[in-house]
């Protein structure tokens, strides 16, 4: 007995000894979360090298196989085979983008660098390999004989057309340049991001006279007391360049040195001379790309990526931005002129200039509606606003939230739900709503893992992170939001919903240029009185936001649209005169965009939205010449809206369900226009959109 019970020690000993050898990085193992979430807190540093490297190799041994395969190439065998390739490689992935991202440091950084030109080989090496494009080319040209669904026939055109974009047709001379222009451009976004960080925290504004604080709401003034605080600076005031405290600062400070101080720190980011200098970065990650179009056989960089957008040419997009900007340009002239008149008729004695902007805007704005942001704050704390995009979600979609506090997260501020519908999970979201300094500015939505059926024929469900740097809560003050932070929320929230209603077999990316509209029709409702009624409720009185308040609201709405058209389509342009150069010269930055400004007549009070040196968007994200898309898919979103709005029911199930159907469900497995139009019947057209933003009269 005792004989016995020995060795049944030893064995749980052993078997407990060689799980514990196996799952030392738990990357190697199966996850026992719920969800199978990544095990934040299991997971280390250290286990992200090796494990990326395991990675790359088993995914390579794999696309062996697939080469290796002594049988005839059938759908099945190569481009689906393929599609299952690398599944280490993307749970690592998964796990490290919401740190690289939201929640970084040193050593993540220098890992991130480190790692960029491997993945970068890796990519080519699978997207350069001869062998398996015989394959893929062979199914794509007998296509007829497999019998294929209309999702497996855009997955193997999508295929085959990447390795040709990927210089598959080029001689070995020329793809090895272009492996070396990708390791360097993938190491110089990397870098360009790292610097913007480094450069976004570097500059603060200190105050330590309380004068200099006049103008300003008490609740930004006791987030800048906090701020202080927290850097060791007890008694005075820090502003920073983050949203929730730049944007106050500049709408509502009445020293204006101060706020030319601040906007200049802003302005100025990457542009300073300094070892965090952006100008090297920009000059050569376009140069590059340019070369690399090139040798593609492109004329420039836009026409290479628009190729694949619903755009298809820079043409269309240079001439559809151009339709815009001369709607937009003279009503932001007529916005400034009666900015200049106020400042006037104060008695100020100078020209307006773009640290003015926001500080005018308001006070006309609150002359012309009486309303300013800090009278709806109190209406828009961050939990309300959040349940009420879930109300939407669960009137149109049938979607229900409940928090989960089981559910690991990649930093302590992060909320966790579970997202079910008729009582079937469907998949989760996770919310990470305030800034910190180990996060990037902005708003994004990104799939920690994406809805698709395994190869065993499992149905895989969505787990989809939110992130944005909104006002913080301070002291025992909820976080209270902007209107404008509120509609981003929900801009955020359809991106989520586009991921956790995709229904799917394989999990196909989505243009750049269509992906803007899932998430702005979600922005159409934030504002309709019938959702305010049910979320905006005040912190402390609980109060249903005022009729009167609404109608103010409304009212305002609006109002800068100038501006804001201008600003953003300043930022567009840029972004495609970066990226039409058909030659690569070496540009001097600034000049060229001073010159890019000046061909459209930008006005000197307002600067573009991204400056060349933290347009982070194009020159790290993934958006060069895509960030016209958002005005791009707004004609669709504008349009969109309507058909809920034309029944009369903001809220009616069957545009819903269509919605759902022919769009959000399909995700990039169907021609977008061909979506668009199954939806709405037929093509949109531009008007509800300049409508919308009342730059022509309804
Ligand atoms: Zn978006």
Redesign the pocket.
């Given at each position: 007995m005792k004989k016995l019970l020995f060795m049944l020690l030893v064995i749980v000993a052993a078997a407990s000894a060689c799980k514990k050898e196996v799952c030392e990085n738990p990357f190697y193992c199966k996850w026992d979360t719920p969800f199978e979430v990544p095990p934040f807190d299991k997971i280390k540093l250290d286990h992200f090298k090796p494990a990326f490297i395991k990675g790359m190799e088993e995914q390579m041994a794999e696309v062996n196989a697939i080469i290796n395969n002594p049988e005839e190439p059938t759908f099945e065998n190569t481009v689906k085979a393929m599609e299952y390739t690398g599944e280490l490689l993307s749970k690592v992935q998964r796990a490290f983008g919401p740190l690289n991202s939201a929640n970084t440091n040193d050593s993540i950084q220098a890992l991130s660098r480190e790692m960029s030109p491997l993945f970068s080989k890796h990519r080519d090496d699978i997207a350069l390999n001869e062998k398996l494009f015989e394959r893929v080319k062979s199914v794509y040209e007998n296509k007829t004989k497999f019998n294929l669904t209309a999702e497996e026939g855009k997955i193997l055109e999508d295929s085959y057309l990447s390795f040709i974009r990927s210089g598959i047709g080029l001689s070995p001379e020329d793809k090895d340049k272009l492996r070396g222009i990708n390791q360097e451009l993938s190491l110089l976004s990397v870098k360009f991001g790292e610097n913007l960080l480094a450069e976004t925290n570097g500059f603060t504004l200190v105050i330590d006279n309380e004068k200099d604080l006049s103008g300003l709401p008490a609740g930004v003034i006791a987030q800048a007391a906090e701020t202080a605080k927290a850097k060791a600076l007890e008694g005075k005031w820090v502003f920073t360049l983050k949203a929730p405290s730049y944007f106050p600062f500049m709408t509502y400070a009445d020293n204006r040195s101060l706020r030319e101080k601040l906007f200049r720190g802003y302005m100025m980011r990457g542009n300073n001379g300094n070892e965090k200098d952006n100008n090297e970065m920009v000059a050569k990650i376009t140069k590059l790309r340019v070369e690399k179009a090139k040798l593609l056989g492109y004329s420039s960089h836009a026409d290479f990526v628009l190729e694949r957008n619903m755009s298809k040419e820079p043409e269309r997009v240079i001439n559809f931005l151009d339709q815009i900007w001369k709607a937009a340009l003279p009503v932001a002239k007529e916005e400034a002129l009666a900015q200049q008149e106020m400042i006037n008729k104060e008695g100020g004695d100078f020209k307006l200039e773009p640290w003015d902007w926001f500080y005018y805007t308001e006070k006309i704005r609150k002359e012309k509606y009486d309303i300013s942001d800090e009278q709806t704050r109190p209406y828009f704390a961050v939990d309300k606003v959040t349940e009420g995009m879930f109300y939407v979600a669960n009137k149109l979609y049938g979607l229900e939230f409940s928090e989960r506090t089981d559910i690991p997260k990649y930093h302590a501020d992060v909320k966790s739900f579970e997202v079910k519908r008729e009582g079937r999970h469907v998949g989760i979201l996770m919310i990470d709503y305030f800034p910190r300094a180990s996060k990037n500015g902005g708003a994004?939505?990104s799939a920690m893992r994406a809805q698709k059926v395994d190869k065993d024929g499992t149905f895989v469900t969505p787990l989809v992170s939110m992130v944005t740097n909104f006002t913080p809560p301070t002291g025992d003050t909820p976080s209270l939001l902007t209107p404008e932070e509120a509609s981003t929320l929900f801009?955020?929230f359809?991106?989520a919903l586009h991921s956790l209603l995709s229904n799917t077999v394989y999990s196909s990316g989505v243009s750049r240029d269509f992906?803007?509209l899932p998430?702005?029709i979600m922005e159409h409702w934030v504002l309709e009185p019938e959702v305010l009624k049910v979320y905006a409720k005040h912190y402390q009185t609980g109060e249903v936001i005022p009729d009167e308040l609404i109608t103010k609201l409304e009212n305002a709405g609006k109002f800068n649209m100038g501006f804001t058209t201008v600003e953003y389509l300043a930022a567009s342009s840029l972004d495609m005169e970066y990226h039409s150069l058909s030659e690569p010269v070496d540009i001097n930055v600034g000049e060229f965009e001073k010159k890019a400004m000046e061909k459209y007549g930008l006005i000197s009070e307002i600067i573009p939205r991204y400056r060349s040196t933290y347009f982070s968007h194009i020159f790290s994200g993934g958006y060069s010449s895509g960030y016209y898309s958002?005005i791009w898919c707004e004609v669709l979103d504008a349009d969109a809206y309507k058909a809920f709005r034309e029944t009369g029911d903001i809220f009616n199930r069957e545009v819903a369900q269509r919605f759902e159907k022919e769009i959000l469900s399909r995700k990039g497995s169907r021609d977008e226009l061909e979506m668009y139009i199954s939806f709405r019947g037929k093509e949109p057209g531009i008007e509800a959109l300049l409508e919308n933003r009342g730059l022509i009269a309804k």
């Open positions: 994004w939505c801009h955020e359809g991106h992906v803007e998430s702005q958002y």
